[in-house]
């Protein structure tokens, strides 16, 4: 028996080092790569994933599952070698019924869509876009035609980024929110207002920017040895492996958006980077869900990000670097200032208590386009109407609107629902957390994030992959995902009591 689990950790372990090669192939296009070699790019990435499919679906692999599941199901069922069995069946149950051709053409045509939305985006125009959108939602049809024991189209595509959720438990969560935070926005919100409330004047220099930001990062737990951060057009993470963490952020010169955005990545990569070393080049060594991935995204963009203990900490050295915008803005001010609600046309530069409605439309717009309901023709007519009615925004232009975001351009539908999740299991955890280390607000105002790294990789990351997202939470925060703490943590926040 101990062979046959040797055998199949040396496949896993081929497969883990084939898929880090082709997440590097991916950051380099979007960091490094020039725009021209996207169509050879393509080329090289759908080779790969054609050798990456040949290897999750050999039947060399069917065999040793059914000889090592009768031995798995007699040891501990929490033990690292029955889950990585478990997951090993879910993976190669799933990659059975996807043709190799359909796999190699969806990663192919992830890498051309991309170069399609750069130069839609550079020309502020959606239509140079379309075609390529099209592509992939033809693509999405075949593959969710491959699978069989689902309600609902959409279901499939969420079980990728977030196993086991369904629409039909999303919907009403989805409902629950909106309805809550519709009157939270008026009570709490002034789209009178300048945006960031009128506190940032003047430019940030980009090069400026990056020292601010690696400053942050290092504060916070940033490793030069095992980290980098470079820049893109859709900050991003990815990584070669627990040890090889990549960070992207964007810096914009008339704010410093820059700082939340590399905060967000940094959750991100915290998390991969802490899942614990036994796990490594193995389907455990990764997060469980994009839902508990965003969880700690937004958890270091916001609930670290966006609070006044860490500023009283982070804004003078700021000052120092920005005098000129932010010499004569105190920290009350500034803090004011990055917790405005105000509904605004960017997704990742909305406020906490809008950002949810973003995430919304997209969620709505993504059925409609699997189910035909929208014609792509007119998908930028609808979103800017859906901006309109959600947010009460004019959009100005496509690269303003329905080409603001990087996902669909590779093709990830069903990924942008995690994004909510993850602000709701993020209050969760903070609060179970907080319980642990009552003394968490003085020590972020110190610049002490060990703690709170060290509870996070203790209860959270050191189990990458091993349980499911509902086993993951359960053991976090003692329960499933609830709305009410995140509800509750808003409106404290804003001042607003409950209806």
Known sequence: ??????????????????????????????????????????????????????????????????ALEPWAAEQDPDSDDARLIFWTRRDFEKAVRVPEDLAAEMTKAKALGQHAWLEARAANDFKPFRAALAHHVELRHRYVACFTGFDHPYDVLL?????????????????????????????????????????????????????????????????????????????????????????????????????????????????????????????????VSLGLHESQSRMWE??????????????????????????????????????????????????EVTYNMHIILRFELEQEIIGGRVALADLPEEWNRRMWDYLGIEVPDDAHGVLQDVHWSGGSMGYFPTYTLGNVMSVQIWERLREDLPELDEQVERGEFAPLREWLGEHLHRHGRKYTPEETLAKVVGGPIETAPYLRYLRDKHGVPAA
């Open 302 to 351: 916001n609930l670290v990000g966006r609070s006044l203990p860490f500023w009283r900490m982070f804004y003078p050295r700021l000052q120092e670097k920005f005098a000129g915008a932010l010499g004569g803005i105190d920290l009350d001010a500034f803090y004011r200032s990055v917790n405005q609600v105000q509904p605004s046309l960017i997704r990742i530069h909305a406020d």
């Open 1 to 66: 028996m101990n062979a046959q689990l040797t055998a199949l950790r040396r496949h896993l372990g081929e497969i883990s080092d084939l898929q880090s090669i082709a997440g590097l192939l991916f950051w380099d296009q979007q960091t490094m790569m020039p725009p021209a070699g996207a169509l050879n790019r393509g080329d090289s990435l759908g080779t790969l994933a054609r050798v990456i499919h040949a290897r999750e679906t050999d039947p060399m692999l069917a065999r040793l599952l059914d």
């Open 159 to 287: 079980d990728d980024f977030e196993p086991g959720l369904t629409i039909a438990e999303l919907r009403p969560l989805f409902a629950e929110l909106r309805d809550a935070l519709v009157p939270l926005v008026a009570a709490a919100g002034n789209p009178d207002q300048p945006r960031n409330d009128g506190a940032f004047q003047g430019e940030f220099d980009a090069e400026a920017q990056r020292v601010a930001v690696l400053d942050v990062l290092e504060a916070v737990g940033f490793d030069p040895d095992s980290w980098r951060l470079d820049p893109t057009l859709h900050p991003f993470a990815s990584g070669g492996g627990i040890d090889d963490i990549r960070i992207t952020t964007h810096y914009e010169p008339g704010d410093l958006d820059s700082l939340f955005a590399t905060m967000h990545e940094y959750g991100h990569g915290l998390y991969e980077h802490q899942v614990a070393a036994e796990l490594d080049r193995g389907p455990l060594a990764s997060g």
